[in-house]
């Protein structure tokens, strides 16, 4: 089956990088819109970032100008560069996609597992 695995979580200081990648594997027929999300405590999982099949992005208010998202068609993964990170940053990063398998005809929409990021001095 379908499936998203998250990595690059980790511990960081105020102002540090971290890089997030995703891939999706198991019968994977194309991957068409594809992105980050995250959920800090007690708070809704919100957009971080969305990439499209033809490379179009969007982006979170909180995380323009730091963050950037790119896709490696070729690879079926999708990374999220993150810089000058905050505290406010901590949360659980989610992958999501929409995917075509290739025993259905159908696009369905995919979660990863999560990747913890701590921002803190």
């Known amino acids: 089956q379908v499936q998203l695995v998250e990595s690059g979580g980790g511990l960081v200081q105020p102002g540090g990088s971290l890089r997030l990648s995703c891939v999706a594997s198991?019968?994977?027929?194309?991957?068409?819109?594809m992105g980050w999300y995250r959920q800090g405590p007690g708070e809704e999982r919100d957009l971080v970032a969305v990439?499209?099949?033809?490379?179009?992005?969007n982006y979170g208010d909180s995380v323009k100008g730091r963050f950037a998202i790119s896709r490696d068609n070729a690879k079926n993964t999708v990374d999220l560069q993150m810089n000058s990170l905050k505290p406010e940053d901590t949360a659980v990063y989610y992958c999501?996609?929409?995917?075509?398998?290739?025993?259905?005809?159908?696009?369905?929409?995919?979660w990863g597992q999560g990747t913890q990021v701590t921002v803190s001095s």
């Open positions: 999501n996609a929409d995917i075509t398998s290739k025993w259905f005809e159908l696009a369905r929409n995919y």
């Open positions: 990439i499209t099949a033809d490379g179009s992005t």
């Open positions: 198991g019968g994977v027929r194309s991957i068409h819109r």
